[in-house]
């Protein structure tokens, strides 16, 4: 059973550019979330993607956008980048029918906005 | 917005004594969900409790929910120096919706 992956591990940006973080679900797993999680604090949802379709969002600007593929993977997408963007991006995906009973993260991505 | 507040903030116990966290939410769920994480990388599912439950066990874990308090304990005992982490309540008010966490008790065990 492969778990969640993510990628880039670690990046490095100035402000204003754009980035693209990557997912990889678990095996078997449709549904992925992803959660920005500032230092000290918990992670803040910013949505969900189902059958490659936007399922819920946080209360995050449009300029944070998503992507899910027919394999179930996902990208998040933030534009314009502020430094307060600057964060943990956690990534997590769930299994069929038990979409908010377990998430399954992975090891996250550090986006630092300069 | 956070639907969970852990307390304490932080807590600091002698390996082998119990650690007990709580959490307080604000509207009903549908579960409760703890979560570790490890020196702020990804978080690791520890354990679930329906709102229809009062008490599960996993292990050296014990949760506990009070949907009338609105309120949630977890209880570590016999603490290990690897159960030094962050411990994260997540709550959803149903089957279809998102969950939500809290900021989290940064536990430290001391040798």
């Known amino acids: 059973e492969t778990g969640v992956t993510q990628s880039p591990t670690h990046l490095i940006k100035t402000r204003g550019q754009q980035v693209t973080l990557r997912c990889s679900s678990q095996?078997?797993?449709?549904?992925v979330s992803w959660y920005q999680q500032a230092l000290g604090q918990g992670p803040q949802f910013i949505f969900q993607?189902?059958?490659?379709?936007?399922?819920g969002r946080g209360n995050f600007p449009p300029r944070f956008s998503g992507l899910q593929f027919p394999n179930y993977s996902s990208e998040l997408n933030v534009n314009a980048l502020e430094l307060d963007d600057s964060a943990l991006y956690l990534c997590a995906s769930s299994p069929r029918g038990a979409t908010n009973e377990k998430l399954f993260f992975g090891s996250g991505t550090q986006l630092s906005v300069l | 917005s956070q639907q969970g507040e852990e307390d304490p903030q932080a807590l600091s116990i002698q390996e082998g004594e119990n650690a007990t966290m709580n959490c307080s939410y604000k509207?009903?769920?549908?579960?409760l969900q703890w979560y570790r994480q490890n020196s702020g990388r990804g978080l690791v599912h520890l354990i679930l409790?329906?709102?229809?439950?009062r008490e599960k066990h996993s292990g050296r874990l014990r949760v506990t929910l009070d949907t009338s308090k609105k309120s949630s304990s977890l209880l570590i005992t016999a603490s290990r120096a690897a159960d030094t982490a962050s411990y994260f309540c997540a709550t959803a008010k149903n089957r279809d919706d998102k969950i939500i966490f809290g900021k989290g008790t940064r536990l430290h065990i001391l040798p």
């Open positions: 409790i329906r709102s229809n439950e």
């Open positions: 095996s078997g797993h449709n549904t």
């Open positions: 509207t009903s769920i549908n579960n």
């Open positions: 993607y189902y059958r490659e379709e936007e399922n």
